[in-house]
């Protein structure tokens, strides 16, 4: 194997293991910034990555929309990612659960309702039929040709790119605009926000639905660029690895970003250890906790403290301090 | 606590029960089916013959452990999602302890079980020396660590410890925690030794929990660390010391599940879900032992059942994971299912003013 097929097909998987990360990562960012803490991630994947599947399975191969398909899979990944953030929104927010056991339980109700939604329509199996039309890898005729960069990241699956658009919205949302200095305000000190007239329970309210909508775009990628259809193995624990991105990107879109890149080429190591010849020196276990472990020692402080928004994961009682 | 307090305390799981039994018929309805057949399907499925109500037993032992490994560190303000790593370091343990060393019956399973402990308190102690030292949140890295165990689990299995196929060797008959008179008694369920080892060890934590020194400042430490290293308690050690003991009661989950009911262990390809599972018998009980163990039984029963609604009834089992997550759900969010208690409470006051 010579180095620029190497490159390729690192670079590439990287950022095809990346995508889905990147995008559920974003979620936690919104959500964890406006003090909502979002262990939910990976039931918003579930729920995306079950939704883009049955859709692109419908609309795009039974009733004959195609390579449109998918898209529309995008859209109702969002939807019922939002959908299933609500319970988890009304929880947290007005019910002042616990958090983390809140998200805990969206978890678990994502991984047993959509596999009880697919072998009701499936006929009892636990997976959806394979999906015929899903995403393809986008080809830019003349600039696949540029080395390197040309076949390892602008050859890539339109959920790719989408992400990268989010990465740079949401900067410039939570940074560059007032909605996002209050959203910000809010996951810092929500009693010092609402005494000057901002809604807590309204910017919360958006930050947990967005987190739910973009973490369903994660998943959707799984189902529909990643894998053609959707079992209980789907997301099988991305969604904590994007929660370990958001922690290791700082709370930032952009350091997620990084984050979920890093795991992805981790992940990219793993899956090819083997073509690569890597496993000869390193044993795939060991690739496979890559991710894992350093996001423990990122924790631990060797990359830096980390530190979370102040008032993540503390409920707003009103007229409280 | 006053008395509203204490009748809260076992009004809003068992509301929350009630909640998601409901809430799962809806969507049975919805789905076309009939949820009293799928109910009774259920209620068959654990109670209807001596097997089935065999088989509920022994999944209730893990789950009494693994609930109460999470219990534990809640009581001691620590939130343990690692009960499944320490559970995987458990299972790993005994079935080496049972399989490679040579010891006269009864101690042999004991040891066993005592390594279990050992090795997976040391594991979840790495969380809790995590937490206590460099103030790494412990729900990141509980959950980091169960990937890490699988996959060290896995590495060592395979490179190290392999027998027939992807399983360890079987474990010595002497290491055996299985109970064959009990077993007949069962019409042949897996039946084992783990089902006494749950109360002896509930009455245990209880013990050590509310009667002892040690409790006490495990607790007070849970419940305000400023104020108990104020009143002189060492707030780190004794985090650590929580997180050991959380996580070796997760051991001995896992030596039950090798020791009395496979008699190997294997290489996974995904978490068994027993140790998440304890989250939400924790939570259902109360965080207190007693209620473990009844909560467990609960929990025990609906996941066996479950099988049986889906063998006689075509509801697909999953619907059970659904029921199970809304009570978890409506226990968090406790202060809706008290808004409603109090809803009633009301109406009911109004009725009696008439």
Redo the contacts between chains.
């Keep these: 194997m010579t180095w620029t097929v190497f490159l390729d097909t690192v670079l590439n998987n990287t950022l095809v293991f990346a995508t889905p990360l990147i995008l559920a990562a974003l979620g936690g960012v919104i959500s964890e910034r406006a003090g909502v803490v979002n262990?939910a991630l990976e039931g918003f994947m579930i729920m995306g990555a079950f939704g883009a599947a049955i859709t692109a399975f419908y609309l795009g191969d039974e009733m004959g929309l195609g390579a449109l398909g998918p898209w529309f899979g995008l859209i109702a990944a969002f939807l019922l990612g939002m959908l299933f953030a609500v319970?988890h929104a009304?929880?947290s927010i007005h019910?002042?659960?616990?958090q983390?056991?809140?998200g805990?339980?969206?978890?678990?109700?994502a991984?047993?309702?959509s596999?009880?939604m697919v072998?009701?329509l499936f006929e009892?199996s636990a997976q959806t039929k394979t999906i015929q039309n899903t995403f393809t890898k986008v080809q830019i005729p003349g600039l696949t040709d540029i080395p390197i960069i040309g076949k390892g990241i602008l050859m890539s699956y339109p959920t790719t790119y989408i992400a990268v658009a989010l990465v740079i919205f949401l900067y410039y949302l939570l940074y560059r605009t007032g909605f996002g200095l209050r959203l910000r305000a809010i996951g810092e000190h929500p009693h010092a926000a609402a005494s000057v007239g901002i809604s807590v329970y309204y910017y919360r309210y958006i930050a947990v639905l967005l987190a739910g909508g973009f973490a369903g775009i994660g998943g959707a990628g799984m189902s529909t660029a990643i894998s053609n259809n959707f079992s209980h193995?789907t997301i099988?624990?991305q969604g904590?690895m994007a929660?370990?991105a958001m922690?290791f990107g700082k709370w930032h879109p952009v350091g997620a970003m990084w984050a979920a890149l890093f795991f992805g080429f981790a992940n990219a190591l793993a899956a090819n250890g083997q073509v690569l010849g890597l496993t000869k020196y390193v044993?795939a276990?060991?690739l496979?906790?890559l991710p894992?472990?350093l996001?423990?020692l990122a924790?631990?402080?060797v990359v830096g403290k980390a530190v979370?928004p102040a008032a993540d994961g503390r409920p707003y009682v009103k007229g409280q301090r | 606590m006053d008395d509203t307090n204490k009748l809260e305390s076992v009004l809003v799981p068992l509301l929350s029960i009630a909640l998601g039994l409901m809430v799962g018929a809806v969507m049975m309805l919805a789905m076309g089916y009939d949820p009293i057949a799928g109910y009774a399907a259920l209620f068959q499925g654990i109670f209807g013959n001596a097997y089935n109500f065999g088989e509920t037993l022994r999944a209730w032992a893990p789950l009494v452990f693994t609930g109460m490994a999470v219990a534990f560190a809640f009581r001691t303000g620590l939130f343990n999602i690692g009960v499944e790593g320490q559970f995987i370091i458990g299972s790993l343990t005994a079935a080496y302890v049972g399989a490679a060393w040579n010891l006269p019956p009864v101690l042999h399973a004991l040891v066993a079980i005592l390594a279990a402990m050992v090795a997976a308190g040391l594991w979840a102690s790495i969380a809790g020396y995590l937490k206590a030292r460099l103030q790494v949140h412990e729900v990141i890295t509980t959950i980091m660590l169960n990937y890490i165990a699988m996959y060290t689990s896995n590495y060592l299995i395979r490179n190290y410890f392999i027998g027939h196929q992807e399983n360890t060797p079987p474990i010595q008959p002497s290491a055996s925690l299985e109970m064959p008179i009990l077993s007949q008694v069962f019409d042949n369920a897996r039946i084992h030794w783990g089902i006494f080892l749950a109360i002896v060890f509930a009455v245990l934590v209880y013990w050590l929990l509310f009667k002892t020194t040690k409790g006490y400042e495990l607790r007070a430490v849970g419940f305000n660390p400023f104020a108990s290293e104020y009143a002189g308690m060492n707030v780190q050690q004794n985090i650590v010391w929580s997180m050991a003991i959380s996580g070796a009661l997760a051991g001995v989950a896992g030596s039950g599940e090798v020791l009395g009911v496979y008699g190997y262990y294997s290489i996974q390809s995904g978490f068994s879900g027993i140790g998440f599972d304890g989250i939400a018998v924790a939570l259902i009980g109360n965080n207190h032992p007693f209620g473990i163990l009844l909560s467990a039984l609960l929990f025990g029963g609906l996941s066996f059942g479950a099988t049986s609604m889906q063998r006689l009834e075509d509801i697909p089992f999953e619907i059970i994971r659904v029921v199970i997550a809304l009570i978890i759900f409506f226990v968090a969010a406790n202060m809706f299912v008290k808004w409603l208690i109090g809803l009633f409470r009301r109406r009911k006051g109004q009725v009696s003013q008439q």
């Design positions: 262990i319970p009304v929880a019910f002042r659960a616990d983390v056991v809140s805990v339980a969206i978890n678990f109700l991984a047993g309702f596999i009880f072998k009701i009892g193995n099988a624990g904590f929660l370990a922690i044993p276990e060991f496979n906790m894992f472990v996001t423990i924790l631990a402080g979370a």
